[in-house]
């Protein structure tokens, strides 16, 4: 059996709902609905695998949350650090699941209590993003990105999001929220900087695509670079609680950027 497929099936055997993306990327596969379709069903798993044998492996975080911890050196963002830190004010994080990524950064992974739905929150803390809600996903082994694999470092079972990290990630998504009350009064507000407060805090749910498309218009007009135009948009999902899945912000993105520009984001 294909090693992707040996391991797509094995994940959907332990009940993760899994998906496949395009070969060499994060993108799901053409034709498929991404983390909407992700499934731990073995039947539509296999049929996926057998006919695409060389696609990574999405699994729909459902359930859990990761921690993803990187270095950007362009920003001396430290996530290391920053988990240094949080450990030292709060508790240390118990064992956990742990994923070496193909860029040589760490995903933790960690249950959920039960009913608690967590946002995703890109930014966190510095060089710490939070992967979650339903509709997100992250990559297992053996996918592979530019060449490069994600690993496990470690197989233990998830250990369940301690408490106070609970509380602590609500309290900051909550503080990030409710800052929208303080903007600047509004005679003195401008598109800009309603710009700005969308990419900083995320769309609002409800309005998720009409915002995307109302941004992308903006950086467009503003005479932003369509390829930094469409990473800044992606950004901002990324900070939003309910982020769009990843095609769906690619087909409102690039049906603005051909209206206004005829171009696209790739």
């Given at each position: 059996m294909p090693v992707l497929l040996n391991d797509a099936m094995s994940y959907a055997k332990r009940g993760l709902q899994v998906f496949p993306l395009t070969p060499n990327s994060k993108i799901p596969l053409k034709g498929t609905q991404g983390s909407k379709e992700a499934t731990s069903t073995p039947e539509q798993v296999k049929t996926w695998w057998t006919n695409n044998p060389d696609c990574n492996i999405g699994v729909a975080t459902r359930g859990f949350i990761v921690l993803d911890i990187d270095i950007n050196h362009v920003?001396?963002?430290d996530g290391?650090?920053?988990l240094e830190v949080l450990e030292d004010t709060y508790n240390k994080l118990p064992e956990t699941l742990?994923?070496?990524t193909a860029s040589g950064g760490r995903h933790l992974y960690f249950k959920l209590p039960e009913g608690v739905e967590l946002p995703q929150k890109?930014?966190?803390?510095?060089?710490?993003?939070i992967k979650a809600n339903p509709n997100n996903y992250v990559l297992l082994p053996p996918s592979r990105i530019n060449g490069d694999a994600y690993t496990f470092e470690n197989?233990?079972?998830?250990?369940?999001?301690?408490?106070?990290?609970?509380?602590?990630i609500l309290k900051r998504n909550k503080i990030k929220r409710t800052s929208r009350a303080f903007s600047a009064n509004k005679r003195y507000r401008s598109h800009v900087t309603e710009l700005i407060e969308?990419?900083?805090?995320?769309?609002?749910?409800g309005r998720r695509n009409d915002t995307a498309a109302k941004i992308t218009g903006q950086l467009l007009a503003y005479g932003v670079d369509v390829r930094l135009a469409w990473q800044l948009v992606q950004y901002a999902n990324g900070n939003s609680s309910e982020p769009l899945l990843q095609n769906e912000l690619e087909?409102?993105?690039e049906s603005i950027a051909r209206r206004e520009l005829g171009a696209t984001c790739n």
């Open positions: 920003d001396d963002a290391y650090h920053s742990t994923v070496k890109i930014a966190f803390l510095n060089g710490v993003d197989k233990r079972p998830m250990a369940d999001l301690p408490e106070w990290l609970t509380g602590f969308t990419l900083t805090l995320g769309f609002e749910t087909r409102t993105f």
